[in-house]
Nanobody, 123 residues
């Protein structure tokens, strides 16, 4: 089991930027693909971005393409979600997650989850 601890998030105006971090002490972190999900009240949890364990970003939700980037620093056992040009519709609770799959795509592909962090974008 991978213990994930998230940081970052908060309140930002539309057009602003935030960076989310997700860290683990797991020594085999570089063997996990990492993803970010988000869930707004009353809505399903959506997969936002994925970076494979070989370090390539493999997926972005259409609505965040060109605005969000995902990266990982295996030396620090940390994955990041850089969010630029934020919109009110990006408001949600964001979760990082770990998967042993190379190309995870659905909720069930991920085995371990961070505690979640709130992102609120004001108009």
């Amino acid at each position: 089991q991978v213990h994930l601890v998230q940081s970052g998030g908060g309140l930002v105006q539309a057009g602003g930027s935030l960076r989310l971090s997700c860290a683990t002490s797991e020594r085999t972190f570089n063997g996990y693909s990492m993803g970010w999900f988000r869930q707004a009240p009353g809505k399903e949890r959506d997969l936002v971005a994925v970076v494979s364990w070989i370090g390539e970003s493999t997926y972005f939700l259409d609505s965040v393409k060109g605005r969000f980037t995902i990266s990982r620093d295996n030396a620090k056992n940390t994955v990041y979600l850089q969010m630029n040009s934020l919109k009110p519709e990006d408001t949600a609770r964001y979760y990082c997650a770990a998967s042993s799959n190379l190309f995870p795509r659905i909720w069930g592909d991920f085995s371990d989850w961070g505690q979640g962090t709130q992102v609120t974008v004001s108009s």
